[in-house]
């Protein structure tokens, strides 16, 4: 090995091999029976892949095995690094990027292009006994064809000793606390949750970074208890083959925070349990097109209509309020709609007008000459000059 990469780059790798094995677990359940969420929904959502393409099925059964989630993100790396990037950046900068993959892959032994998904992962939880708020946990999966023990060993080798090992179960979580967030967390203790992360090797290509509780919560799903639920992970990976997909349910995650679901020591039943804000929302392209795709659960047809009317009214406003006429072209060529219990997004971009707006805004900003200085204007003193009697 002629260099040790940093531990921001091995950390980098593992959290986005993590948030892949993620994905693919979420995909492990059945057909989903929330409606909004349903992967066989109305044409605002991207249809799903065949259940027989070996890729989706290697998705889905890896992302099966992981933790409860309130908000996931999925990312397609070898499409986004494959299709898009050629399609949005100059070829050298890409031929640059493809350099850099194999130094990478020269120094330290694995191929960022052999990541197949990301995931990234949300659990928000419930108060504690004393009624105090807590901090979510997050965690990131990575999984595809390289070693997850051997980007444990490279972290290790870059944390310079940093980085300690706790036993969990079959598993040997690397943890190390994050100094300046502890010094932060003196002042402000809502930072004392993140300034400790860890990293685990799920499996043998499967890697986990991430808040130390939700990794052992993943090393327990590892073995069957407390998996991912199947509606959540089924309306994540609905369709594999995006760039880029997120599923949440923000309006669950509030009630678990805020104790309408109980705390820590005192559980408590939902008096009220609905989908109303269950979310799904996919970014993919084809020949020409980027398409964003989105649908939210709004429980009602009156409700939806009143959804889509308010955000339709924001955005019209957000559209009339942009200067950058590019970002205006952009925004123009969203639709919201109410359609059922549902409020659906809609948006086609030819795949020139984002190249160009990205150049745009790459371009360095020229700075305007300055009129020179001009030499300060010295006050005109005047002499009093005696007055002459007659």
Same mark, same amino acid.
């Given at each position: 090995?002629?260099?040790?990469l940093?531990?921001?780059?091995?950390?980098?790798?593992?959290?986005?091999?993590?948030?892949?094995?993620?994905?693919?677990q979420?995909a492990?359940?059945?057909?989903?029976?929330v409606?909004?969420l349903?992967?066989?929904?109305s044409a605002?959502?991207?249809?799903t892949? @065949?259940p027989?393409?070996?890729?989706?099925?290697?998705v889905i059964?890896?992302?099966?095995?992981?933790?409860?989630?309130?908000?996931?993100v999925y990312?397609?790396?070898q499409?986004i690094?494959?299709?898009?990037?050629?399609?949005?950046?100059?070829?050298?900068?890409?031929?640059?990027?493809r350099k850099?993959?194999e130094?990478?892959?020269?120094?330290?032994?694995?191929?960022?292009?052999?990541v197949?998904?990301?995931?990234?992962?949300?659990?928000?939880?419930?108060p504690?006994?004393?009624?105090?708020?807590?901090?979510?946990?997050?965690?990131?999966?990575s999984?595809?064809?390289?070693?997850?023990e051997?980007l444990?060993?490279?972290a290790r080798?870059?944390?310079q000793?940093?980085?300690?090992?706790?036993?969990?179960?079959?598993?040997?979580?690397?943890?190390?606390t994050?100094?300046?967030?502890?010094?932060?967390?003196?002042?402000?203790?809502?930072?004392?949750?993140?300034?400790?992360?860890?990293?685990v090797a799920?499996n043998?290509?499967?890697?986990a970074?991430?808040s130390p509780?939700?990794?052992?919560?993943?090393?327990?799903?590892?073995?069957?208890?407390?998996?991912?639920?199947?509606?959540?992970?089924?309306s994540?990976v609905?369709?594999?083959?995006?760039?880029?997909?997120?599923?949440?349910?923000?309006w669950?995650?509030?009630?678990?925070?805020?104790?309408?679901?109980?705390?820590d020591?005192?559980?408590r039943?939902?008096?009220?349990?609905?989908?109303?804000?269950?979310?799904y929302a996919?970014?993919?392209?084809?020949?020409?097109?980027f398409?964003?795709?989105?649908?939210s659960?709004?429980?009602?047809?009156?409700?939806?209509?009143?959804?889509?009317?308010?955000? @339709?009214g924001?955005?019209r406003?957000a559209t009339?309020?942009?200067?950058?006429?590019?970002?205006k072209?952009?925004l123009?060529?969203?639709s919201?709609?109410?359609?059922?219990?549902?409020?659906?997004?809609r948006?086609?971009?030819?795949?020139?007008m984002v190249?160009?707006?990205?150049q745009?805004?790459?371009k360095?900003?020229t700075?305007?000459p300055?009129?020179?200085?001009?030499?300060?204007?010295?006050?005109?003193?005047?002499?009093?000059?005696?007055?002459?009697?007659?």
């Amino acid at each position: 090995m002629r260099k040790i990469l940093n531990l921001p780059t091995i950390v980098f790798i593992v959290i986005a091999t993590a948030a892949i094995n993620i994905s693919a677990q979420n995909a492990l359940g059945q057909t989903s029976t929330v409606p909004q969420l349903a992967a066989t929904n109305s044409a605002a959502v991207i249809t799903t892949n @065949s259940p027989s393409s070996p890729a989706s099925q290697a998705v889905i059964y890896s992302l099966g095995s992981l933790p409860e989630a309130d908000l996931l993100v999925y990312i397609n790396p070898q499409r986004i690094l494959n299709e898009a990037v050629p399609k949005l950046l100059p070829a050298k900068d890409v031929e640059g990027m493809r350099k850099g993959f194999e130094e990478a892959k020269k120094n330290s032994g694995i191929d960022p292009t052999k990541v197949e998904y990301i995931v990234l992962a949300v659990r928000f939880r419930k108060p504690t006994a004393d009624l105090n708020f807590q901090a979510p946990e997050l965690m990131a999966v990575s999984g595809g064809d390289f070693s997850a023990e051997s980007l444990l060993t490279l972290a290790r080798m870059a944390s310079q000793g940093k980085l300690r090992d706790e036993r969990y179960a079959d598993k040997t979580i690397g943890l190390m606390t994050i100094d300046p967030i502890v010094k932060e967390s003196e002042k402000n203790p809502f930072l004392k949750s993140f300034s400790e992360v860890g990293l685990v090797a799920l499996n043998g290509n499967t890697i986990a970074a991430g808040s130390p509780s939700y990794l052992r919560a993943a090393v327990d799903a590892g073995a069957g208890q407390g998996r991912i639920n199947t509606e959540t992970l089924n309306s994540l990976v609905r369709d594999t083959n995006v760039l880029v997909s997120i599923a949440g349910r923000p309006w669950h995650s509030f009630a678990k925070s805020f104790g309408m679901l109980g705390t820590d020591a005192n559980a408590r039943e939902p008096r009220c349990e609905t989908n109303l804000g269950d979310f799904y929302a996919a970014l993919t392209m084809d020949s020409t097109n980027f398409m964003l795709r989105g649908v939210s659960n709004a429980d009602n047809p009156d409700t939806a209509k009143i959804i889509a009317n308010l955000y @339709s009214g924001i955005l019209r406003y957000a559209t009339s309020s942009v200067p950058d006429e590019s970002v205006k072209s952009l925004l123009r060529g969203l639709s919201i709609t109410a359609e059922g219990n549902e409020v659906h997004t809609r948006g086609d971009f030819s795949q020139q007008m984002v190249l160009d707006l990205i150049q745009q805004k790459m371009k360095p900003k020229t700075m305007e000459p300055s009129a020179p200085e001009s030499a300060p204007v010295k006050p005109v003193t005047r002499r009093r000059r005696p007055r002459r009697r007659g």
